[in-house]
T-cell receptor, first 116, second 117 residues
Framework: AQSVAQPEDQVNVAEGNPLTVKCTYSVSGNPYLFWYVQYPNRGLQFLLKYITGDNLVKGSYGFEAEFNKSQTSFHLKKPSALVSDSALYFCAVRVLFSGGYNKLIFGAGTRLAVHP | NAGVTQTPKFQVLKTGQSMTLQCAQDMNHNSMYWYRQDPGMGLRLIYYSASEGTTDKGEVPNGYNVSRLNKREFSLRLESAAPSQTSVYFC????????????????FGSGTRLTVV
């Protein structure tokens, strides 16, 4: 079955420290992987994607993610956290079916709390 | 501004009442989706419409119906609301793959917060 797992409900980190938000996936074929961020009472905003190519992808607001095919992981990282990064983060995989049609399957989400 | 527009933003219903959530996109996307977001469960797909004239069930379709009115609009209807349908509902749209432009992701509306009492 196709699925996405985010093993941590919450990640706490001090401002200025590096942060990692974990994601693993299970999908047949080559994965299209995404990270989205949700601020309170807002919709989801696209952060970054992995489609093909370099395993380290860079996205918005200084975030990056590393695709690891052997470990089926796509962890989100940032070298130096900001208090304003505090939000809910979702990992997602795009599942393809015939004709190019597709749907997104989401992980449960990880709440990131950055403390001053 | 181009994007996905959802109405209403907030709604309170009594058990057994019906209502329709509206969604419209102006990006000329073929595919549209309805998700619900519940704490600790991420976003779960209710229904989707791969293209105008087609609709399909997602993971949690029970208690809902949808209509793809035209390429722009995709509505979600609750015929007889239940407290278990208290949630935040998101509409999204995307293009058929392979894409030549855009971020390959979805564009989401700002959500409808629905409470059923």
């Amino acid at each position: 079955a196709q699925s996405v797992a985010q093993p941590e409900d919450q990640v706490n980190v001090a401002e200025g420290n590096p942060l990692t938000v974990k994601c693993t996936y299970s999908v047949s074929g080559n994965p299209y992987l995404f990270w989205y961020v949700q601020y309170p009472n807002r919709g989801l905003q696209f952060l970054l994607k992995y489609i093909t190519g370099d395993n380290l992808v860079k996205g918005s607001y200084g975030f990056e993610a590393e695709f690891n095919k052997s470990q089926t992981s796509f962890h989100l990282k940032k070298p130096s956290a900001l208090v304003s990064d505090s939000a809910l983060y979702f990992c997602a995989v795009r599942v393809l079916f015939s004709g190019g049609y597709n749907k997104l399957i989401f992980g449960a989400g990880t709440r990131l709390a950055v403390h001053p | 501004n181009a994007g996905v527009t959802q109405t209403p933003k907030f709604q309170v219903l009594k058990t057994g009442q019906s209502m329709t959530l509206q969604c419209a996109q102006d990006m000329n996307h073929n595919s549209m989706y309805w998700y619900r977001q519940d704490p600790g469960m991420g976003l779960r797909l209710i229904y989707y419409s791969a293209s105008e004239g087609t609709t399909d069930k997602g993971e949690v379709p029970n208690g809902y119906n949808v209509s793809r009115l035209n390429k722009r609009e995709f509505s979600l209807r609750l015929e007889s609301a239940a407290p278990s349908q208290t949630s935040v509902y998101f509409c999204a749209s995307s293009e058929v793959l392979p894409q030549t432009t855009g971020n390959y992701g979805y564009t989401f509306g700002s959500g409808t917060r629905l409470t059923v009492v």
